[in-house]
């Protein structure tokens, strides 16, 4: 029987709310709704449950899954007798190495003819297709440095077995072709830069040797002989004349200490001269006394020349004579000390002349060496220039023959696969089971959603509808006392409708069950 709302005496009474029904009050009216509406809530979770099974048999796909491990070593034994010989043409980033390897267009084509996609002879754009789904459906990782695992999902195990097991041959194939091809490429182009850098070389020194032999000055170490060589000539410049000064003033104190001896040697000297004659007249005239007579004419001259001496004689103690400038008389240079002073004064009137000259000769090399300076500084920049341009062209070229010669070395251990060694760790295996969620997952994950959605469905209806359930919110809404409550009692017929949708809801629920189990049974006589 229904149940109503009942008007309260200010007016119509206000719909019951869910948060109304206490938990105590809530779950009988569930059960009851329930029991009214078992044929509509058996439905419901018989089609969900079947249309879960439908889709975990049809429309879900079974993808199988096969795994193959590569273990890229580098060599031991070589890398430590070549270390530094050789350039190391490894991989850090080996899955990124393998992916490029694999996803290229050359193995997807021999992919597609090992899956036997082109039997049924493809056109380009759904070639295209099948390649960008291989790629999605490959998963290529490196779980330590030295590994790379190739995960390749495929509907059927065989092809998931045979694609897997050549992407693992055909990763080790390519990658080794690869670095000998690397290795090769880096030689052929470090060969072709040494070529070109011995042609640069070889100009710069031909530019240099003609530009040093056009310029004489240009040479290595001009500059510094040069400056050296300006040093010491003015050096010499300096010490020439200071000697020359020093000469002079020799020579000017000579003539004058010579000019003063000359004249006191003069005096002295006649005074002695003087004496001289006397007494070798005096010693004439004694004999020719012995001989002759005073009368004598010869002794007669004698006499006279002794008094002429006498007289001369006297003079000469009374005074002395100046010198004559620029006369010498026969007995100043007879004295000693003017002989010497006179030749001390030729002496240093030669060595005034001899640092004259040396002088003159210094002062032009000087001038020279000065010019020369000056055209080696206006061919320093050229020089330098061409230099600069011949070292760095040698520095280059040296560095290329080692790296020639390195490159040629390892060219040699990727060719003979001495550098690196790939190899299967784990080779693939037939998938026997499929891999992600399997059909026992998706039809408990149906059933699951078939039981919960019809009592969510009747707790939402419970729970938001407006009817009043309970007696006590009868008194609570209405403010009336409730005398007594009336129980609802089915017809016959509300009965028999009853039974036979009892009836059809078991029957229902026996056939999801006969349907999971009839799957069940066909899946492990399949396995």
Do not use: C
């Amino acid at each position: 029987m229904a149940t109503h709302a009942l008007p309260g005496p200010g007016g119509p009474s206000v719909p019951g709310k869910p948060r109304d029904l206490t938990p105590q009050e809530l779950i009988p009216v569930l059960l009851r709704e329930a029991r009214k509406r078992l044929v509509p809530l058996v439905s419901i979770f018989a089609a969900v449950a079947l249309l879960t099974l439908l889709v975990g048999v049809f429309v879900i796909p079974r993808n199988y899954s096969a795994s193959v491990t590569i273990l890229a070593k580098d060599s031991d034994i070589i890398q430590p007798l070549l270390e530094g010989r050789a350039v190391s043409t490894g991989v850090a980033d080996r899955a990124g190495m393998a992916r490029q390897i694999l996803f290229s267009r050359k193995i997807l084509e021999q992919i597609l003819a090992i899956g036997n996609w082109k039997e049924a002879n493809p056109n380009p754009v759904e070639q295209e297709r099948l390649m960008e789904e291989i790629r999605k459906r490959t998963l290529i990782d490196s779980p330590r440095p030295d590994l790379v695992q190739i995960t390749y999902q495929d509907r059927d195990p065989q092809r998931a077995f045979d694609v897997t097991e050549a992407f693992g041959s055909m990763l080790i194939t390519e990658a080794l072709a690869t670095k000998a091809r690397e290795s090769r490429d880096a030689y052929e182009f470090i060969d072709s830069q040494v070529s070109a850098y011995h042609a640069k070389l070889t100009g710069a020194e031909n530019n240099l040797q003609q530009y040093r032999s056009e310029n004489v000055d240009a040479q290595p170490g001009s500059a510094t002989d040069v400056n050296a060589r300006i040093v010491s000539l003015r050096n010499q410049v300096e010490q020439t004349r200071m000697t020359m000064q020093e000469q002079q003033s020799l020579g000017a104190s000579l003539s004058s200490q010579l000019s003063g001896e000359s004249a006191v040697s003069r005096a002295q000297t006649r005074e002695n001269l003087l004496s001289s004659q006397y007494m070798e007249l005096q010693a004439e005239r004694d004999r020719l006394m012995l001989s002759f007579t005073e009368q004598h004419p010869d002794v007669v001259r004698v006499t006279l020349q002794m008094q002429d001496i006498q007289q001369n004689l006297a003079r000469a103690q009374t005074r002395v004579d100046p010198p004559l400038p620029g006369i010498e008389s026969a007995e100043a240079q007879a004295n000693p000390l003017y002989r010497e002073l006179r030749s001390q004064l030729a002496l240093a009137r030669r060595e005034g002349a001899a640092a004259g000259s040396r002088l003159s000769a210094a002062q032009s090399m000087l001038a020279e060496e000065l010019d020369r300076s000056r055209r080696i500084a206006a061919s320093e920049g050229a020089l330098a220039e061409l230099t600069r341009d011949y070292e760095v062209n040698r520095e280059i070229y040296q560095d290329l023959l080692r790296r020639r010669e390195n490159a040629r070395v390892s060219m040699g251990l990727d060719e003979a696969n001495r550098g690196l060694t790939l190899k299967i760790q784990d080779p693939a295996i037939m998938p026997l089971r499929p891999s992600g969620m399997r059909l026992m997952h998706i039809a408990a994950a149906g059933l699951l959603l078939a039981i919960v959605l019809p009592m969510a469905l009747v707790f939402l209806l419970a729970r938001f509808d407006p009817r009043i359930r309970s007696a006590r919110l009868i008194e609570a809404q209405s403010r009336f006392p409730l005398l007594t409550t009336i129980p609802a009692y089915a017809t016959p017929r509300e009965r028999r409708h009853e039974l036979y949708g009892k009836l059809g809801s078991v029957t229902m629920i026996l056939i999801v069950v006969l349907a999971y189990v009839a799957t069940y049974a066909l899946k492990m006589s399949h396995a």
